[in-house]
């Protein structure tokens, strides 16, 4: 009786170890399955950093520049600078027009836009901006009394092309007396939203 106690005793013991032992490598291989996804799933989420950088790469790598005189296009339509002027006062010369001024100055951007596309397009003011030197961005300027005194032909306020037509216009921006337009950007998109392409004409 004695021995069939001692050997059940054996027994026991013998499948307590046997249970630890195939315990332990269950719970090692579940942890090399759980750190090899988890490495998985962090190489993964390296590779679509990588990639959305080097879309964002791509996207502010999409910029054409000219100068002025030269032509510049983005989605079938071209942009010329024809010239540039900077005065302290527009005016058309009307008596009864009181002309526009400024403690600054103005600068009256000449430019040509034709239309390559298929379709017609919109234009506006509102898709030129000047950069200044340091980076400081100028909107067109919008005062009543500056739209008086610019001839009407040359506004660019929602105006129409049609395909193979071009517009020439006059975009004035209103600067500080010690803005440098020869260091200073024009840049030029061809929508209201803008889009992933850009041009940049420099104005020395």
Do not use: C, H
């Amino acid at each position: 009786m004695k021995s069939f106690f001692k050997w059940a005793g054996i027994i026991v013991v013998g499948l307590i170890v046997v249970s630890v032992i195939f315990g332990d490598d269950e719970k090692s291989e579940s942890g090399e399955v759980t750190e090899n996804k988890a490495t998985e799933a962090a190489e993964g989420d390296n590779q679509e950093s990588d990639d959305v950088a080097e879309k964002t790469d791509e996207t502010e790598d999409e910029v054409t520049t000219a100068g002025v005189g030269d032509t510049a296009t983005i989605a079938d339509v071209a942009f010329t600078v024809n010239n540039v002027e900077t005065t302290t006062e527009i005016s058309t010369g009307n008596e009864f027009i009181e002309p526009a001024t400024t403690s600054g100055q103005f600068v009256m951007i000449d430019v040509t836009i034709k239309n390559d596309k298929k379709e017609s397009i919109t234009i506006d003011s509102s898709f030129f901006k000047l950069i200044g030197a340091e980076g400081t961005e100028y909107d067109p300027s919008t005062d009543g009394n500056v739209m008086m005194n610019t001839n009407p032909e040359s506004d660019f306020f929602l105006t129409q092309i049609n395909p193979g037509l071009e517009k020439t216009g006059t975009v004035v921006f209103e600067v500080g007396a010690d803005f440098n337009v020869a260091d200073s950007i024009l840049q030029a998109q061809t929508g209201f939203w803008g889009g992933t392409e850009r041009i940049e004409i420099n104005l020395k």
